[in-house]
């Protein structure tokens, strides 16, 4: 059984791909991955990932979001509606909770699951303990994973080779989730705004800092004879010097370029836009609200990442109970139909006042509800 160790440091260790990065080894690395060959891009993204501030922001607030679910074994309750198969059901549901219940870095699993969405793929390694369960499911970095063309067999290279070499995997001891990268997008804006900042960088270094012109009135003038030893003498307070200028000398301040009236702003702008637009599929909301210190924004933005937890959750979730559940369950309830399944999701949690608010609502509807529930929130 091939075992990673996350220790590993694959060969590419040390060099930085964002050095001297052009669009088009971007484009040859993407395309080499679509080939299966996907070291090499693997670890662009993840450089990207940590020097691309916008791309960065989104992964974190993601993930973080993600990181706040919960799991739980929930029954089908369309498939139990003519109540013949509770007692089944809930020998599945406890038969799971001990499953699940004993991985130990479950969340870890699932934030990893949704690393998937920004890199195209993520893959946990099986870890069992002396019985034969499942106790670790371990996180595999991306550039240890490429894919025998055109087969797309999944193989792994512990020493992270940009080829299609390396030993095969398969579903026994493995599970993986694959999805469009968003990576991709952000590579290629991040060529886009490295040399977009250079050029605002250059145009600021020559019209950013203000420029000292002398005038010098005629009868300061030394003669032609003097000429050169005035003006050197002079040129030390137009390179930055400081001091008390001769009689007859005054100094003029030529206003600075402003960057306003440059494409550079409105360029940079746009590119965030659309890591935003990419990175948070399509929440307009992330865009379009105020970004002052009043709540409105915050509580747009924190609304579109939560919805999007639900979702990188649930697709999470479907992958864990498809590879581990599934398989579990045909095992321990041979040619028996399965009433539950594995969900990562959000808890709701109300605030005092919302809470009275509901309440309210429903006695004004004419039902009544239990002190406890109203305490429990």
């Known amino acids: 059984?091939?075992?990673?160790?996350?220790?590993?440091?694959?060969?590419?260790?040390?060099?930085?791909?964002?050095?001297?990065?052009?669009?088009?080894?971007?484009?040859?690395?993407?395309?080499?991955?679509?080939?299966?060959?996907?070291?090499?891009?693997?670890w662009l993204f993840s450089h990207v990932e940590k020097r691309e501030p916008t791309t960065r922001a989104i992964i974190e607030r993601r993930q973080a979001s993600l990181g706040r679910c919960s799991w739980r074994i929930e029954l089908?309750?369309?498939?139990?509606?003519?109540?013949?198969?509770?007692?089944?059901?809930?020998?599945?549901?406890d038969f799971c909770k001990q499953l699940f219940g004993n991985i130990e870095n479950l969340r870890e699993a699932w934030k990893w699951l949704?690393?998937?969405?920004?890199?195209?793929?993520?893959?946990?390694?099986?870890?069992?303990?002396?019985?034969?369960?499942?106790?670790?499911?371990?996180?595999?970095?991306?550039?240890?994973?490429?894919?025998r063309y055109p087969s797309k067999q999944w193989l792994y290279d512990s020493r992270a080779r940009s080829s299609f070499r390396g030993k095969p995997i398969s579903r026994r001891h493995w599970l993986w989730m694959e999805a469009p990268a968003f990576d991709e997008i952000a590579s290629l804006y991040y060529v886009l705004k490295s040399l977009s900042l250079r050029d605002w960088?250059?145009?600021?270094?020559?019209?950013?800092?203000?420029?000292?012109?002398?005038?010098?009135?005629?009868d300061a003038s030394p003669g032609e004879s003097g000429m050169e030893a005035f003006l050197?003498?002079?040129?030390?307070?137009?390179?930055?010097?400081?001091?008390?200028?001769?009689?007859?000398?005054?100094?003029?301040?030529?206003?600075?370029?402003?960057?306003?009236?440059?494409?550079?702003p409105g360029f940079l702008k746009y590119i965030d836009?659309?890591?935003?637009?990419?990175?948070?599929?399509?929440?307009?909301?992330?865009?379009?609200?105020?970004?002052g210190i009043?709540?409105?924004?915050?509580?747009?933005?924190?609304?579109?990442?939560?919805?999007?937890?639900?979702?990188?959750?649930?697709?999470?979730?479907?992958?864990?109970?498809?590879?581990i559940a599934v398989e579990a369950l045909n095992r321990e309830f041979p040619e028996q139909p399965h009433f539950v399944k594995l969900t990562v999701s959000r808890r709701l949690?109300?605030?005092?006042?919302?809470?009275?608010?509901?309440?309210?609502?429903?006695?004004?509807?004419?039902f009544r509800i239990k002190r406890d529930v109203l305490e429990r929130g």
């Open 294 to 323: 009043g709540s409105g924004a915050t509580n747009a933005h924190q609304a579109a990442f939560e919805e999007l937890a639900e979702n990188d959750g649930e697709e999470a979730a479907t992958t864990l109970h498809k590879a």
């Open 273 to 291: 836009e659309m890591i935003v637009l990419a990175g948070t599929s399509g929440k307009l909301t992330m865009l379009s609200e105020s970004t």
């Open 201 to 218: 960088a250059q145009f600021m270094a020559r019209f950013g800092i203000p420029n000292i012109f002398l005038e010098v009135d005629g």
């Open 349 to 366: 949690v109300m605030t005092p006042k919302e809470v009275g608010e509901l309440a309210a609502a429903i006695r004004s509807s004419g």
């Open 114 to 147: 949704g690393m998937a969405k920004f890199r195209g793929f993520a893959h946990l390694e099986r870890r069992y303990d002396e019985s034969g369960a499942i106790s670790r499911l371990v996180p595999v970095e991306q550039w240890f994973l490429n894919q």
């Open 76 to 93: 089908d309750e369309e498939a139990l509606s003519d109540g013949t198969n509770e007692s089944l059901a809930e020998e599945q549901k």
């Open 1 to 42: 059984m091939i075992t990673h160790n996350p220790s590993l440091f694959p060969e590419l260790a040390g060099y930085n791909p964002l050095r001297n990065l052009t669009m088009s080894r971007v484009l040859a690395d993407l395309d080499a991955s679509e080939r299966g060959d996907h070291t090499a891009v693997q």
């Open 232 to 264: 050197t003498k002079l040129q030390r307070y137009t390179t930055g010097g400081s001091g008390v200028l001769p009689p007859g000398v005054k100094a003029k301040m030529q206003t600075a370029g402003s960057s306003e009236n440059t494409p550079f």
